[in-house]
């Protein structure tokens, strides 16, 4: 099996297109949460995702964008895109996002989905060599390797035999997977922040199990543009050129 395994697409239409033509030929796409919010289409991403028939969980964006939950602990600027998402996305999207889980075992390769972390589905960033041990730890018993996102950043966090690895991905770099506990961020489609501005997305295979990083260049001025004349907020619509 090949699958896509997208995150942080965030209302960025014409970047998850951009990743979608370059996925070649897959079995499936995943998706980690965060479908919209800062970005300015939405409703266009999340018909697309159906239309890709996805399979995916709910990250804290589309949780608050659906029910307002949390909106307090968004900056000003997150604020801003969030309540314009809330108050413009459709009844199906918004009833599509609202059932999406915020936990997901696929019965085939036994791996956990999540937005943010296993421990914490919604809102907890991995970001630091503690908190990625304690959620390997918290991992599912039947699984080597769990997927999320939320961070933004391409890397994977690997317990061998006591020790932690951190492994920062190469657009291009495979992981070969076996049974050390694995945790894979594929990075965001829709907003990178690691300094790279273009989207970031991770293939995913089976027997032998891999995981591969890649990064595709698309039109980032068409998204700004998009973003601008919907009055979305300048500091969003800078960052993407950056990728931070
Ligand atoms: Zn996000």
């Given at each position: ?55 995916g ?34 009844p ?39 908190v ?14 769990g ?16 020790r ?55 039109d ?19 960052r ?5």
């Amino acid at each position: 099996m090949r699958i896509a395994v997208l995150s942080d697409i965030h209302a960025n239409l014409v970047a998850l297109d951009a990743v979608i033509a370059a996925l070649g030929s897959i079995d499936g796409v995943w998706q980690l949460g965060d479908v919209v919010g800062y970005g300015p289409e939405p409703d266009g991403v999340v018909e697309r995702l159906r239309s890709l028939g996805a399979r995916g969980v709910r990250g804290n964006h589309d949780t608050t964008a659906v029910t307002g939950e949390g909106v307090d602990w968004f900056n000003p600027e997150a604020r801003a895109a969030i309540e314009w998402t809330r108050a413009t996305i459709s009844p199906a999207v918004s009833g599509w996002l609202a059932a999406l889980p915020d936990h997901l075992q696929d019965e085939s390769t036994g791996a956990d989905l999540v937005h943010g972390s296993p421990r914490d589905p919604l809102w907890e960033y991995i970001t630091s060599g503690a908190v990625a041990k304690a959620n390997l730890d918290a991992l599912s018993s039947t699984t080597p390797f769990g997927l999320h996102g939320h961070t933004h950043i391409p890397v994977a966090w690997r317990a061998d035999d006591g020790r932690l690895e951190l492994i920062r991905p190469e657009n291009g770099e495979r992981l070969d997977l076996d049974d050390r506990r694995t945790l894979l961020n594929p990075g965001s489609v829709g907003q990178p922040r690691d300094g790279d501005p273009m989207a970031s997305f991770m293939i995913l295979e089976t027997e032998p199990a891999s995981a591969t990083w890649r990064r595709v260049p698309y039109d980032i001025a068409a998204t700004q543009k998009a973003m601008r004349a919907l009055g979305l907020p300048g500091r969003l619509v800078d960052r993407l050129s950056f990728g931070v």
